[in-house]
C-alpha cells in the first residue's frame, strides 16, 4: 500500500513567479536553502536537497502546473513517487496545490505533508512575502 500527501498554500506571487521559482536551479536552491539542478523540459532529470531527491520531468504546463516523478536517495532502487503542483490564480497571489502519490509505506516521514511545509512551502511562501 502505498501514502499519498495533499497541501494547499498560498503565496504572495503570480503563478508564472511561483512556477519559474521552481524550475529555476538558482532560485530553487535559494528558497529551499540546499543545491538544486532543476531542469524546464519534459522528460528531463533533475535533482533536488543536496541530491537527496531526483527524478524527472512528467509534464510541464506554465504557469499552470508540473508533474514530475519524485524519489528519494533512499527509497528502494526504481521506486518513484507522483508529485503534481497546481498553481492557481488567487488574488494578488497563487493558491499552490500540492499532490505527492505512490510513495512507498516503508519511508516513515520523509514525504510527509510537515517535511514538505518545511522544507519547500514555508520557505517559499517567506521568500516571496512583500516587504515591509
Known sequence: MCKTVHDEVDIYARPKQVYDAYLDSRTHAKFTGAPARMNRKVGAKFSAGGDYISGFNLDLTSPKRIVQAWRGSDWPKGVYSVVTLQFQPKGKGTRLIFD??????????????????????????????PME
Open 100 to 129: 505527492q502519490r505512490g510513495i512507498p509505506e516503508n519511508i516513515g516521514s520523509a514525504s510527509s505533508k510537515g517535511e514538505w511545509r518545511q522544507y519547500y512551502w514555508d520557505p517559499l511562501v517567506r521568500y516571496f512575502a
